[in-house]
């Protein structure tokens, strides 16, 4: 593979392409809220300055208090962490040498931060044109390994499973006693936004993490969590550093989860833009995923090596996420983020000119 794994660095990408960067880009493959942090962030940026003096509380408890009081759990049915990245570290680090499966396509880090551990890594691929979860052989394919990875909704499909189904996945690997982690990411991006903390702190086999760097706009600043049993949790938490989570994003956390009318206007914002880009692309005869969040795949289904595409975009400074490193797509499709609307305007453009001239 020519282009870089991860694929969400643009100097690399054109390097990697032998191409010039364009002085203007777009980078699509960035899939952060597109209206930025809530306000609140930039209004009490003094405050959360002054945060630097002091080490961070280590127990994390007014946030956790805060999330405890928005999603209707116990503080101690709560673990935060330096972003979902450092807590999919931990629970790789717990699973260290045990049987792994993961539904793909799905965020690389699963697999990465499983393999640095030593863990057998499965995959249970979906498919296209649906992308959902086929119980059937999921169920074979859980009976053999320790652990079951899902990302709900799914980062790259931004397909939302259907609810029975994951209800059915939780009482299977409840069955078999094999712990379940659902990563809820992009959750808050749905216009129906699906969420099963409530079973995971009830069930010792069942992990729900979550990430505010997406909807907050704070990839910078680092913060995410798990929510299940607390005797898990603790497990889970033994080889995390102390002082983890620096005082600001603490201090951040709460800010942003005060501000529930910044999600519900992104909410509002993408459905619309999410509207539009499809009724786009289905009259120009490219072919998306039925996602229900802020970004998606496409593919243009006249070719056989989607790679012109992608690079007659880089040439007219479109960034979009390429898809080689995901088991079950390998470079068939394209990751695209819905952006602020004069940039999604920007990518309909170029699409409509590769169409007329292909
Ligand atoms: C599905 C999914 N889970 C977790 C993460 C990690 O998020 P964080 O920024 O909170 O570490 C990402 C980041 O891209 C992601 O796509």
């Known amino acids: 593979m020519r282009l870089p794994a991860h694929g969400s660095n643009p100097d690399h990408l054109f390097s990697a392409l032998g191409m010039t960067k364009p002085a203007e880009i777009v980078d699509f493959s960035v899939n952060i809220n597109p209206l930025g942090a809530p306000g609140a962030i930039k209004d009490h940026w ?96 859980i009976e053999n390994v320790d652990a079951v990875f899902v990302c709900h909704p799914n980062n790259p499909t931004g397909v ?22 659902i990563d809820e990411a992009f959750y808050d991006f749905a216009s129906d936004p699906v969420t099963f903390i409530q079973k995971a702190v009830r069930s010792r086999f069942l992990l729900v993490l979550r990430s505010l760097t997406k909807m907050y706009s704070i990839a ?38 005060n501000d529930q009318q910044h999600s519900r206007q992104t909410r509002q914002y993408m459905d619309t833009e999410r509207a539009r880009l499809f009724s786009f692309l289905k009259e120009n005869e490219f072919l998306h ?56 305007d920007l990518l309909m453009e170029a699409l409509a000119e590769w169409k007329q001239g292909n």
């Open 46 to 141: 003094p405050s959360l300055l002054a945060e630097i003096d002091d080490y961070p509380d280590p127990s994390a408890s007014e946030l956790k208090q805060m999330i405890g009081d928005h999603e209707g759990v116990a503080a101690s049915q709560l673990l935060p962490g330096n972003g979902a990245s450092e807590l999919i570290t931990l629970i790789a680090r717990y699973l260290h040498g045990k049987k792994v499966l993961i539904i793909h396509p799905a965020f690389s880090e699963y697999a990465s931060a499983c393999r640095n551990e030593d863990c057998t890594i499965f995959y249970h691929v979906v498919h296209p044109p649906h992308w959902q979860l086929e119980k059937q052989a999921l169920q074979k394919d």
């Open 160 to 181: 939302q499973y259907d609810k029975p189904a994951v209800d059915w996945l939780i009482d299977a690997c409840e069955q078999s006693k094999t712990l379940l982690i």
């Open 289 to 344: 995923s039925p996602s229900a969040i802020n970004f998606y795949l496409i593919k243009d289904p006249s070719l056989d090596d989607q790679e012109a595409l992608f690079q007659f975009l880089l040439q007219r400074g479109l960034v979009l996420r390429h898809t080689y490193n995901f088991p079950g797509l390998e470079g068939t499709w394209f990751r695209v983020a819905i952006k602020k609307k004069a940039e999604n």
């Open 220 to 257: 910078g600043l680092r913060l995410g969590f798990l929510a299940g049993q607390q005797e898990l949790l603790a497990r889970i938490q033994k080889t995390q550093p102390h002082w983890s989570l620096n005082a600001i994003a603490l201090k951040a956390g709460v800010l942003c989860l």
